[in-house]
């Protein structure tokens, strides 16, 4: 059982350009949260959605980000217009239910470097 | 709102030592859930160990266990035989049990374990 697949593993942009950052849950997961890291900082909650819906994108910047998860494929976190303080390590985690305790499994992250 | 404090940025052990890891939190909520990660250099956050505040019994997985004092909101985590591979930041983290947003989870900025040969 394959666990929560993100990539790329890293990704390297120029201010301004956009990034996209893919990540596929665990099979039979249907919620999936992401989570950035900043360096020397603990994760901080960004978006939770469940297929087709955004449920809580209260820690996303109100600009250039976005977040979706089709219903088919994997969810995606876009930075548009990337600025240097975008720079950071961007984890996607998955579970099977909502709340309760669920344990949430993270994949690998992405590391997200702005020149 | 939650917040979670890890007052020990690093720590070292001996190989097949024992070391804990402190961890306080804030919280006026009385139901909630205590998790903590272990993230290698490889960077995967890895599940170590889950605490239901409903239950006295302090939760053991193998060779890692949890001090849990819910009056005093620490969670503490000790790893006993500590093996090279435990090293790793490790970090603490709540979420809450029922309402809302009860999916989010506040983590702590991290301790850094390292274990020496």
């Known amino acids: 059982n394959a666990g929560v697949m993100q990539n790329p593993r890293h990704l390297v942009r120029r201010r301004g350009q956009e990034a996209r950052l893919r990540c596929s849950p665990m099979?039979?997961?249907?919620?999936v949260y992401w989570y950035r890291q900043l360096p020397e900082e603990g994760l901080k909650f960004m978006v939770y959605l469940q297929k087709e819906n955004i449920i809580d994108e209260s820690g996303m910047p109100k600009e250039r980000f976005s977040a979706e998860f089709p219903k088919e494929g994997p969810s995606i976190l876009r930075i548009q217009q990337v600025v240097r303080g975008d720079s950071a390590a961007y984890f996607c985690?998955?579970?099977?239910?909502?709340?309760?305790?669920?344990?949430?499994?993270f994949g690998d992250g992405t590391r997200l470097s702005i020149l | 709102a939650q917040t979670v404090t890890q007052s020990q940025p690093e720590m070292s052990v001996q190989e097949a030592e024992t070391v804990t890891l402190s961890c306080t939190y804030d919280?006026?909520?009385?139901?909630?859930?205590l998790f903590w990660y272990k993230q290698p250099p490889s960077r995967q956050m890895i599940l170590v160990i889950r605490?239901?505040?409903?239950?006295?019994q302090n939760a053991t997985e193998n060779r890692f266990s949890v001090n849990f004092q819910k009056a005093a909101k620490s969670f503490s985590l000790k790893i006993s035989d500590s093996q090279l591979g435990d090293t790793a930041m490790y970090f603490c983290a709540f979420m809450k049990h029922s309402g809302g947003s009860n999916y989010k989870l506040t983590f702590g900025k991290g301790t850094l374990l390292t274990v020496n040969p």
């Open positions: 985690a998955s579970s099977p239910k909502q709340g309760a305790g669920q344990p949430q499994h």
């Open positions: 919280t006026s909520e009385n139901n909630y859930y």
């Open positions: 099979k039979g997961h249907s919620h």
């Open positions: 605490q239901e505040a409903y239950k006295q």
